[in-house]
């Protein structure tokens, strides 16, 4: 059940074989004839970006599957937000050929909801389900559904993907990227299996979170649901300063928008106090700040409520020893939890926890030495979004086997949008990976274009490169548009998902002929 090795997986295989005929007919339609033997590898990436992302990668798909040429990609590849997508899309097999699919989609996060009752009854089912509780959980339950204005618990190993593009959600391991280990941090999910991209170790898809050792399978756990794969691919949009402030300063705005209790309000609390201890920041002040909100709802609250307590997991290596004793006793300072009829305003199932994506790790024990001992090492993993290392899923298309001719990169980053592609031309340097040189000026960064293209290496794919904001979309109001649409805030109003669709069409629109120049560009030459 554990594969050691980057081939691809028989299900990919398989996939591959019966989506390339549709790629054969699109680029046939659009007067590119080819063999089915030289039909092009096109990878269609979404970066992170929120709702943003979300959104504009829904008006790029829509334009694409208008103008017919949605077909030509063979894969399909997301980060945090672009994955919020995917998952909608993903709902129907053959949704690439089916625009009413799209379109169904828009209409449910402009008009849809959720209640706050099923919010809280998910949250449940996670505590209850869910062993490695955290932080990603609470996220999940209580950010993602107000989002995508759905609870969808399908699981991806489920999905009948039809003759569409085949779908890789991207993450990261935090451990690994704290403690320096780049390289082995890239992670991948898609129907078939999950696992490390350029490691390569890899479990079918439908047992990972089940727990092995030493490469035998112990334990069957239950497969996430794909409204928490949503959840810890979209668990830390920016780093952890921005997420925490615009994160506190969304749950203050929901309690008072909710108008009934101090919930929001005790998390942005909670979030805050942690990450001010792994900065080594004073804290005691936010501690008695947090007791003031807990006695507030000692008195009792309508819901169902229990004593607040802690998780102490393992924290992440970089955090020093004092500061872990810190978290470790923080249960001293709060006079209130040693009452056995301590409350909060969260219901039964939420407790304190310092951790995100917390996951049984299936390499445990392994001792394989093709596999970084460090990935070997723990019972257990830790997962956040890939936008906290690189906001685009590049390397998922730069795996070898998946012989990618042409990426097709779609940007919704907020800040510099060359920020991507630049910083992957890096990593591709350091790690051997083939890629084109990335040769962009400080105007490209302030005011990009709407399309570029980089290649050159022989055996590096072609890469083309859209910003979601430019000057040809948004002309003088550049600015107002990046403002408008930022990574963290409440979910768009109808008005302003149809304006950013647009906007992301245009793009589209804009640059169909320099699509299929390159894509031609490409048959030709294989």
Not at 469 to 484: V, W
Request: glycine share 6%; proline share 5%.
């Amino acid at each position: 059940m554990i594969k050691i090795g980057t081939s691809l997986n028989k299900g990919e295989k398989n996939h591959l074989k019966g989506r390339k005929p549709c790629v054969q007919q699109c680029l046939e339609k659009n007067n590119i004839p080819c063999t089915l033997g030289n039909v092009p590898n096109i990878a269609i990436l979404g970066s992170g970006g929120g709702e943003r992302a979300m959104v504009g990668m829904l008006g790029s798909l829509s334009k694409l599957a208008e103008l017919g040429l949605l077909d030509a990609a063979l894969y399909m590849s997301g980060v945090s937000g672009a994955t919020w997508c995917m998952a909608s899309v993903y709902e129907k097999p053959n949704w690439s050929s089916d625009i009413k699919q799209i379109k169904s989609v828009v209409e449910r996060i402009g008009h849809g909801s959720v209640s706050l009752r099923d919010q809280i009854s998910l949250l449940k089912k996670y505590h209850r389900t869910n062993a490695n509780f955290s932080l990603t959980d609470v996220w999940t339950a209580l950010v993602v559904p107000m989002v995508v204005k759905k609870i969808d618990e399908s699981t991806l190993s489920n999905y009948q993907t039809g003759q569409d593009p085949y779908p890789i959600y991207t993450i990261i391991d935090q451990d690994c990227k704290y403690e320096g280990f780049i390289h082995e941090s890239f992670f991948e999910l898609t129907p078939h299996e999950a696992g490390y991209t350029l490691a390569g170790a890899f479990v079918e898809t439908s047992s990972f979170g089940s727990i092995f050792n030493k490469g035998v399978l112990r334990e069957k756990k239950p497969e996430m649901d794909m409204t928490y794969l949503q959840g810890v691919c979209g668990s830390a949009l920016a780093d952890k300063e921005v997420i925490l402030k615009k994160l506190k300063e969304w749950l203050e705005i929901w309690a008072e928008e909710l108008q009934s209790h101090d919930g929001p309000k005790i998390l942005a609390q909670m979030l805050e106090l942690n990450y001010c201890i792994l900065r080594g920041e004073q804290w005691t002040q936010l501690v008695d700040e947090l007791n003031a909100l807990l006695t507030d709802f000692s008195a009792g609250d309508p819901m169902e409520v229990k004593s607040l307590n802690f998780k102490n997991t393992k924290m992440p290596s970089q955090i020093k020893a004092d500061k872990m004793d810190k978290i470790k006793n923080l249960k001293q300072y709060f006079p209130i939890l040693k009452s056995q009829h301590a409350k909060i305003a969260f219901p039964k199932c939420v407790t304190l926890s310092w951790i995100w994506g917390t996951n049984y790790n299936f390499l445990y024990d392994m001792n394989v030495p093709q596999v970084h001992q460090n990935l070997q090492e723990s019972e257990t993993s830790h997962f956040e979004d890939a936008g906290l290392l690189v906001n685009s899923p590049y390397m998922s298309a730069l795996r070898a086997e998946r012989g990618i001719d042409l990426i097709i990169s779609l940007d919704f980053s907020a800040g510099d949008p060359m920020q991507t592609v630049t910083e992957t031309a890096k990593l591709c340097k350091e790690f051997d990976i083939p890629f084109p040189a990335i040769n962009v000026t400080k105007c490209d960064s302030t005011s990009p274009k709407a399309f570029y293209v980089f290649k050159g290496l022989k055996k590096a794919p072609t890469v083309i490169h859209m910003p979601l904001f430019n000057i040809e979309n948004c002309g003088s109001e550049l600015e107002h548009y990046r403002e408008k649409y930022g990574t963290f805030q409440l979910p768009y109003k109808p008005e302003m998902i149809e304006d950013l669709m647009e906007k992301a069409g245009e793009n589209i629109i804009n640059n169909k002929e320099n699509l299929l120049r390159e894509i031609e560009s490409i048959v030709k030459q294989k």
